[in-house]
């Protein structure tokens, strides 16, 4: 059975960090695209960044700009994303999900594409 789940959420105050995971069972992480996404309050589900399969090509969304970091442990089979930088604009519910189609990873439609999801972890950037 294939399980992702998402932790290292929490309140940061602007500027701060915040380290996600996103643990996968069920199989290698490196045999499907993982990409992490985010829904704030009232809007609709966006891209971050993926990592492929194999290889690990990255695809990060616009808004990113450099604040925001994916990263593929094999070993310990789970997928990270670093969050730097963080402003009140990025709260929100930030999920991972995986690709089963074996091609390159894309951000496109909000994920609609992915096909197993995990249950998301919240990060919330105030004062």
């Known amino acids: 059975q294939f399980q992702l789940v998402e932790s290292g959420g929490g309140l940061v105050q602007p500027g701060g960090s915040l380290r996600l995971s996103c643990a996968v069972s069920g199989f290698e992480v490196a045999t499907y695209a993982i990409g992490w996404f985010r829904q704030a309050p009232g809007k609709e589900r966006e891209g971050i960044s993926c990592?492929?399969?194999?290889?690990?090509?990255?695809v990060d969304a616009p808004f990113v700009q450099g604040r925001f970091t994916i990263s593929r442990d094999d070993s310990r089979n789970i997928v990270y994303l670093q969050l730097d930088s963080l402003q009140p604009e990025d709260t929100g519910t930030y999920y991972c999900a995986a690709d089963l189609s074996y091609r390159t990873c894309d951000l496109a439609n909000g994920g609609s594409h992915y096909d197993y999801w995990g249950q998301g972890t919240q990060v919330a950037v105030s004062q």
């Open positions: 990592i492929s399969r194999r290889s690990g090509g990255i």
